[in-house]
């Protein structure tokens, strides 16, 4: 069993920049991958950023490439999403997820992988 936890979501204006993080607990040593997604009210919910833990390549949503920087830091199970030059429609809640059985099967800029863990979510707001 795997948790993850968010946390740094708030408010900030358009151009500013936010760095989520996610801590995960449980059995660690079984993940495969993490990533962001996020959802707006009203919207489906979308892929943003994934890294693969073993070897570390990161993937990104068209949407957030060259804004957004997935990072992970293995000694302290913990990945960070990196948010620059924050746009109004990056306004969501930004959720952490890992990788299990089961999971369903999401591609993220070519990543491929099945997320099972959730965290709570934390808000972004972005004001023009």
């Known amino acids: 069993q795997v948790e993850v936890a968010e946390s740094g979501g708030g408010s900030v204006q358009a151009g500013g920049s936010l760095r989520l993080s996610c801590q995960a607990s449980?059995?660690?040593?079984?993940?495969?991958?993490l990533a962001w997604f996020r959802q707006a009210p009203g919207k489906a919910r979308e892929g943003v950023a994934a890294v693969y833990t073993d070897g570390g390549s990161t993937y990104y949503a068209a949407s957030v490439k060259g804004r957004f920087t997935i990072a992970q830091d293995n000694a302290k199970n913990t990945v960070y999403l990196q948010m620059n030059d924050l746009r109004p429609e990056d306004s969501a809640m930004y959720y952490c997820?890992?990788?299990?059985?089961?999971?369903?099967?999401?591609?993220?800029?070519?990543?491929?992988?099945?997320?099972?863990?959730w965290g709570q979510g934390t808000q972004v707001t972005v004001s023009s």
């Open positions: 997820a890992a990788d299990g059985y089961g999971g369903r099967w999401t591609n993220i800029g070519g990543s491929d992988c099945q997320y099972s863990y």
């Open positions: 449980g059995s660690t040593v079984s993940i495969n991958c």
